[in-house]
């Protein structure tokens, strides 16, 4: 197993957590995908909530870089965020008068157009269904600010400036009370996409197909 992440604090972490596993079958690579093409091709590449911090040019890139990646009838599995954290999108571009994407680099593309990036690449479609992700629940709006802040290293210190003014911005956006409970929730995407498999070959798992 080849896991992979451009964060050198996550692969530390990750390398904490299955030394106290005794995970002995598991390479840490700091990077993207192409470091993981020294290792050969794969069965299952799976990818979770990832993708959606691409660009329309990245997620065009990774995709082909998957399928060099997989085996005939090999897969590729993920979820990915397809609509959320509106709040923040308001507030960011009431404040810089930019979006999520050109602020923090967080896309939410709509389905259909993940179907089209898979067939572009050469995917067969094998599951996709949208689901409702999780209901986050927070102390406050600005603990969710602070965990949303969190997840982009830092990128919305504009945000934390000045709170009292920044009261008045979330009434406007339906926060009446930033101090109680927020509530946070998403839709995502889950699928399986898979490489398919030339005339005359057998496909990944098959008695013969390693």
Not at 111 to 131: D, I, M, Q
Request: aromatic share 10%; hydrophobic share 40%.
């Amino acid at each position: 197993i080849v896991a992979v992440d451009p964060s050198k604090p996550r692969i530390e972490t990750a390398i904490e957590k299955s030394a106290k596993e005794n995970a002995d079958n598991l390479v840490f690579l700091e990077g993207d995908i192409d470091l993981a093409t020294r290792y050969g091709h794969f069965d299952l590449i799976f990818t979770n909530f990832v993708l959606h911090w691409l660009s329309e040019d990245e997620v065009r890139t990774t995709l082909q870089k998957a399928v060099e990646c997989l085996k005939p009838g090999g897969r590729l599995v993920g979820n990915i965020l397809i609509k959320g954290h509106e709040l923040a999108g308001a507030i960011l571009m009431t404040l810089t008068g930019k979006n999520l994407a050109e602020t923090l680099g967080y896309y939410a593309y709509p389905t259909t157009s993940w179907k089209a990036w898979f067939l572009e690449a050469g995917l067969e479609v094998v599951h996709c269904r949208e689901f409702t992700n999780r209901r986050a629940r927070f102390e406050n709006v600005y603990k969710y600010f602070q965990y949303f802040q969190a997840v982009t290293d830092g990128k919305l210190d504009l945000i934390f400036e000045d709170q009292r003014s920044i009261a008045q911005l979330l009434a406007d956006h339906g926060v009446s009370d930033p101090m109680a409970e927020y509530n946070v929730g998403s839709m995502a995407l889950e699928f399986t996409v898979r490489k398919p498999v030339a005339s005359g070959t057998l496909p990944t798992g098959s008695a013969n197909g390693r």
